[in-house]
């Protein structure tokens, strides 16, 4: 794979706008037939998006926190499901940037800049907390080459499917902290299976991936622990991210339920109007729906631009506002988007219920993607610095 483009902010901008308006001509016969969208995902490769954070000292573009933020809420207002997939490629391109040895910059920055894609395997089905996992490191013999084997089983991975590389939680031995392994997608003992079966974002490809005595070098081993022992925007950088997954959701609902209510709707009769878009009960829901939108995009636009002030000058203090900012704007997108795509109901009438329209998949979107993280946690942290002037806990929720 040859070099990627090096973007600067506006192209960066108009690049995500442009693939976004292509992305939604299909999204809804995607969604219908659960295609994953791989092709797409080659063009983000090849037009040089998911490059974009990569530091200029290493050949990239170094675009901040608020131009990515923008890119992925453009991309989701064409498909959430291909904002989504690259999400944990630029939260362990952040990863690298805070944690990596200068080796491993050098090594895996490159990869990225030759449109190589970063996937993830996290989280893990049937425990309750990050210590819990099962998913190991533990020294291989030097007879073997010596380094680590790394064995376990992760859920809901999205963009590993379609990664090159595959950063991989685990214990370094049996209760040791938290490293990030990096493993090639490909690698003997590393398999990918696309079981997800969610009711929306259906075409993530969220599976599971299985870790079967996978051989890791010792240099592709990251302290990820080491993260949190000071004040770090790490957790808030990947929640505004997601922050504006759903805030391109809302707005994705709010322009499809426009265009079907001025092209496809019948007016009721005792509005006594010529188009159904002239109802003045209509006109009051998209009057709500856009200021619902609005005040979400605002707030998720100003989380970012708070991440880049505490990442210029990171203290306890930056940083809590940063983790506050963006807790505000998870929870008010989350409204947003699943709310906004509940409405679209409302103000379209009973055509817009058709199946073959798929106009559902934006309520199936948000309502999946926003249960990432509990919104009502968000606004707890926001009640406890109110009153008391509490700082939210650092980790990678925040």
């Not at 037009?47 to 131009?67: M, N, Q, R, W």
Request: aromatic share 6%.
């Amino acid at each position: 794979m040859s070099a990627v483009p090096v973007l600067g902010a506006a192209r960066a901008l108009a690049v995500a706008a442009d693939l976004a308006e292509q992305f939604e001509k299909e999204a809804a016969e995607r969604d219908i037939e659960r295609v994953v969208p791989a092709a797409e995902l080659d063009q983000l490769s090849d037009a040089g998006l998911l490059a974009v954070t990569v530091p200029a000292e290493h050949g990239g573009a170094d675009l901040s926190t608020e131009t990515l933020t923008e890119v992925v809420r453009l991309l989701a207002t064409g498909d959430p499901n291909i904002a989504q997939i690259p999400h944990s490629h630029f939260v362990y391109v952040n990863a690298l940037r805070q944690q990596g040895t200068p080796a491993q910059r050098r090594r895996l920055f490159g990869e990225v800049l030759a449109g190589k894609r970063f996937g993830n395997a996290q989280s893990e089905l049937g425990t309750k907390h990050v210590r819990d996992f099962r998913t190991t490191l533990r020294p291989r013999p030097a007879s073997q080459g010596g380094g680590w084997v790394l064995d376990g089983e992760k859920g809901y991975c999205t963009g590993a499917l379609l990664a090159h590389w595959i950063p991989v939680l685990a214990h370094l031995g049996d209760d040791g902290p938290m490293h990030v392994a990096w493993v090639e997608r490909h690698a003997d003992g590393v398999s990918v299976r696309d079981d997800w079966d969610g009711l929306g974002q259906r075409t993530t490809a969220s599976g599971t991936v299985t870790l079967d005595g996978v051989a890791v070098d010792e240099e592709l081993i990251t302290p990820w622990h080491l993260t949190f022992t000071g004040p770090q925007t790490y957790g808030a950088f990947a929640q505004v991210l997601h922050a504006a997954i759903d805030a391109g959701i809302a707005r994705a609902a709010v322009t499809e339920a426009a265009r079907f209510v001025t092209t496809k709707s019948r007016p009721y009769p005792d509005a006594g109007v010529e188009r159904h878009a002239e109802d003045p009960l209509v006109v009051q829901a998209f009057g709500e729906m856009e200021l619902q939108t609005r005040a979400a995009e605002a707030l998720t636009a100003e989380a970012a631009r708070a991440i880049d002030r505490a990442d210029a000058d990171l203290t306890d203090e930056t940083a809590a506002q940063a983790s506050l900012a963006t807790a505000a704007a998870r929870a008010a997108t989350a409204r947003a988007a699943v709310e906004v795509s509940s409405r679209l109901f409302e103000v379209a009438g009973t055509r817009s219920a058709l199946r073959s329209l798929a106009l559902d998949r934006h309520w199936r979107n948000a309502r999946v993607h926003s249960l990432h993280d509990p919104a009502a946690w968000k606004i707890q942290h926001l009640g406890r610095w109110a009153v008391d002037g509490v700082r939210p806990p650092r980790h990678g929720q925040l």
